[in-house]
């Protein structure tokens, strides 16, 4: 393992572990330490061995369309979508493809817990089934979609730890080489 992937991984981490902690705070992820994330991935892409510039800014651009559709219908938050930039900018494309796959397995994980946790599961179910069946109806009838948000009894999802569960199995299964 190269320097400069103990340097990605450790910034990430920390970059990560932040969010998380803002995330189940507040609710919110901080436009701050989304701009500290992406100068932290600018300057770890031009270092030997590192990423490089272009393959960075490629896998922010990315990591950006991947969510930004859920952003617009209303199921994640900006600062998740920023977020999930800012890691496209660590592994750059097409590694942030894959993160977002973990990410939305993660997710999916997550809001079932909560659910469960809260004794909401068949409640949450049943809601989820009705909002994709309005959500399709308004769709066919060229309406703008209602608010479709990803909400457990009266707890939003602190969707900052599945960005951090998606990302650690993208790292394990992919990065790490152990000898």
Request: overall charge positive.
């Amino acid at each position: 393992m190269n320097l400069s992937l103990v340097l990605v991984c450790a910034a990430c981490t920390s970059l990560l572990s932040v969010a998380v902690w803002q995330d189940l705070k507040t609710g919110r992820i901080s436009n701050q330490l989304i701009l500290v994330g992406l100068v932290t991935v600018q300057l770890l892409s031009v270092l030997p061995n590192g990423l490089g510039w272009f393959s960075s800014v490629q896998g922010i651009v990315v990591g950006l369309l991947i969510f930004i559709p859920f952003y617009l219908l209303r199921i994640l938050g900006a600062g998740d979508v920023k977020l999930l930039s800012v890691v496209g900018g660590f592994f750059g494309y097409p590694g942030i493809l894959l993160i977002g796959l973990y990410i939305s397995i993660a997710g999916g994980v997550l809001a079932l817990a909560v659910a469960f946790f809260y004794g909401q599961l068949f409640q949450i179910l049943n809601k989820l089934r009705r909002s994709l069946v309005l959500y399709f109806l308004h769709f066919l009838s060229n309406g703008r979609p209602g608010q479709f948000e990803l909400i457990v009894g009266s707890k939003q999802i602190p969707y900052a730890v599945a960005i951090s569960v998606g990302t650690l199995i993208y790292v394990v299964l992919n990065k790490l080489q152990l000898n």
